[in-house]
């Protein structure tokens, strides 16, 4: 009878200790990550109806305390790292294992600036659900509460910083009370950098990692930005470009002038603009910046794996409804891997209503120029300066005074802001095969891989400065219309990145 009672105490024990055991490894994800996506909801649309343009300091504070608040309840201690403009906010949670090892999530709570008559709601701060008619492809809004009956992985939220990048931040924190609530705990330290700046160049970060190197240490930075694959695989990116941005600006006369009077006789900075830009770039669209893809070399392996990754070309022409592209690389994967130079704005004059019979006084334009690492910003707007020397440019910093209009036939300014370099990782080494490891027991879909991601992220100094490796975990849908009108977030994905960051914040490290 005692053997028996020892036998039903050793088989209560093994189930107790198997109870334990089972649901960091037989996690029903799919099922918990819904539910509590859909519970996070509220909390995701309250978040999206903060005002986070960075350059309204007041709103941008708001959005500090919100995210603060929102952590320090879940049991994360708050530190503002503080600058001269907007602090960066640490938010840090301890395993209870003293040895254990770090890992730093990066999300940024800013949006792009909005423009509010382009967007088909009241507000772009105010989010709204939407479905897409299968008729007419038009997005109809749709009441939240459809969710509490019904649930569509195509249906959509839009507002702005829907995608870019509020929602990774709310799947980080629906993820951590999801796992919550099955009494589960990383066994890895946390801490999360949330940046406040990040659509304004993120031009004080550099200074606060140097200035909180130890604060910062950690064994693995996971970016939590930037769109999935079009297929909405689950996706892992090893690195993004770094941007350079610069103002050109051409002079002509002091003041706008009759064109009837003048033309013919003063020279139109618009044109002097217009002839400068087509120099930079051929009929197919390469680069012609002297030494511009210098160090550039694409082996025949990696050409390979970029051409076999699962891109339906066809129909992201359709969807960007374009015919011809340019000519840089070999495929949609391999251009990315090149540096870019972008107008992304012109100005001269008026247009439409706006429009006058003048010869303009100056034309302006915003270029950004996209680097790789074999490409430093400093290397590139060397070549660019060289290249309108070249052209007969005599380069200054602001208006030119008398003197130098007198003295100069061609002239022209540079405005240039604070770049930041690129990054990349190891897509073979031992931190991407653990997060492989981690997202693949939530889901029975490949990982895909990709080297590199063609939008930016101010990631460089903590690679350069922290000697961290870098690996960005991008969850929303594609097609999320960022830094533009109709932002939106397919809550398929956001669905997905709850489960993805349930998976990692699960497995052991």
Request: one cysteine or more; glycine letters at 6%; aromatic letters at 8%.
């Amino acid at each position: 009878m005692k053997r028996l009672q020892l036998n039903h105490l050793y088989l209560f024990l093994f189930f107790m200790l198997g109870f334990v055991w089972l649901p960091a490894q037989q996690l029903n994800y799919d099922k918990i990550s819904k539910e509590f996506a859909l519970k996070s909801i509220p909390t995701l649309r309250e978040y999206l109806s903060l005002p986070c343009d960075a350059n309204f300091k007041e709103d941008i504070l708001k959005n500090v305390d919100w995210v603060e608040r929102q952590f320090a309840t879940r049991g994360f201690s708050t530190k503002r790292l503080e600058t001269s403009t907007i602090p960066v906010l640490l938010l840090q949670k301890t395993s209870s294992n003293p040895s254990a090892k770090t890992i730093m999530f990066y999300f940024h709570s800013d949006g792009q600036p909005v423009n509010a008559s382009e967007w088909k709601q009241a507000d772009p701060f105010t989010p709204v659900l939407k479905a897409q008619d299968p008729k007419t492809k038009e997005w109809k809004e749709i009441p939240f509460e459809s969710l509490q009956n019904d649930f569509n992985p195509e249906w959509r939220i839009f507002a702005r910083a829907a995608s870019d990048d509020k929602s990774p931040g709310i799947m980080l924190m629906t993820a951590i009370d999801a796992l919550k609530s099955q009494n589960i705990n990383a066994n890895y330290h946390i801490k999360i950098l949330v940046d406040f700046e990040e659509e304004k160049g993120s031009v004080n970060l550099p200074s606060i990692i140097k200035e909180n190197k130890e604060v910062l240490k950690s064994d693995l930075l996971l970016i939590l930005d930037g769109p999935a694959h079009d297929s909405n695989l689950p996706t892992l990116s090893f690195g993004a470009r770094g941007i350079l941005t610069v103002t050109l600006t051409t002079f002509g006369a002091y003041s706008d002038l009759h064109s009837g009077h003048y033309g013919n006789y003063v020279p139109n900075p618009a044109w002097n603009m217009v002839k400068l830009l087509s120099t930079m770039k051929s009929e197919d669209g390469k680069v012609l910046l002297k030494g511009f893809y210098d160090g550039i070399n694409i082996d025949k392996s990696t050409k390979a794996y970029l051409k076999s990754i699962p891109d339906n070309i066809p129909e992201l022409h359709k969807r960007l409804g374009i015919k011809a592209t340019d000519k840089v690389g070999d495929s949609y994967r391999e251009a990315l891997m090149y540096p870019s130079l972008n107008i992304r704005g012109l100005k001269s004059g008026g247009v439409a209503d706006k429009a006058g019979t003048i010869v303009p006084e100056r034309a302006i334009t915003e270029i950004d120029i996209r680097t790789v690492t074999q490409s430093h910003p400093d290397s590139l707007l060397r070549k660019l300066k060289s290249h309108i020397t070249n052209q007969g440019y005599h380069i200054i910093d602001g208006d030119p005074t008398p003197e130098q209009r007198a003295k100069y036939d061609k002239i022209i300014s540079l405005n240039v802001r604070p770049p930041y370099g690129a990054f990349s990782s190891d897509v073979n080494g031992p931190m991407a095969k653990w997060l492989e490891k981690a997202i693949s027991k939530t889901s029975t879909e490949k990982v895909l891989k990709l080297p590199l991601m063609g939008g930016s992220l101010p990631i460089s100094p903590f690679v350069s400065l922290l000697k961290v490796e870098a690996i960005t975990l991008p969850t929303v849908n594609s097609d999320n219309n960022q830094h533009s009108f109709d932002e939106n977030l397919r809550l398929g994905n956001y669905v997905n990145g709850v489960k993805m960051l349930m998976g990692i914040l699960s497995t052991d490290f």
